[in-house]
């Protein structure tokens, strides 16, 4: 077991439920778990480990206007349906080239990117992230759709 990164597809019903404690994240089915790579992926895109500027900031919302609060014992991260538009339509425009430019493996040994070790394969992480990337599109790209938001959060 680690830290895995987690997002639900919400409805603002459901959002409302969860804060006011009649429904429990845990009773509620997970859209799409990137496990451990969640702190990689944020890092890659935003260059630090918490932080970043939207768009790109709300792809693994972990700071700033997006905490929803603390419940039973996790910070819950809540995008609207906008946010997931805007990040949606900025990882679209992200080309390949680009994330490669953003990603070091080096650099996240150095700021201890969780849970990179030092032994890792460069390419065979940067494939990981590549495949997060496109698995976090794809949710962001139906959720914008349908008209709902996103809880993150990290269990």
Not at 22 to 28: A, I, L, Q, R
Not at 62 to 90: I, K
Not at 109 to 117: D, S
Request: charged fraction near 20%; glycine fraction near 8%; hydrophobic fraction near 45%.
């Amino acid at each position: 077991m680690g830290m895995s990164g987690r997002y639900l597809v919400v409805t603002k019903e459901l959002v409302e439920s969860i804060k006011s404690g009649e429904v429990s994240v845990h009773d509620c089915a997970v859209d799409l778990d990137i496990d451990k790579t969640w702190q990689m992926l944020q890092f890659t895109l935003n260059g630090n480990l918490v932080q970043g500027e939207p768009p790109l900031g709300y792809v693994v919302p972990l700071a700033g206007e997006q905490y929803a609060g603390n419940y039973l014992d996790m910070d819950l991260f809540l995008l609207s349906n906008e946010q997931v538009l805007e990040a949606y339509m900025a990882l679209e425009q992200l080309t390949p080239e680009e994330l490669k430019q953003r990603y070091s493996l080096d650099q996240m040994i150095a700021e201890g990117v969780y849970p990179v070790m030092e032994d890792w394969d460069a390419e065979e992480t940067f494939q990981e992230i590549v495949q997060t990337v496109d698995d976090v599109q794809a949710l962001f790209q139906a959720t914008a759709a349908s008209g709902n938001g996103i809880i993150f959060y990290v269990f």
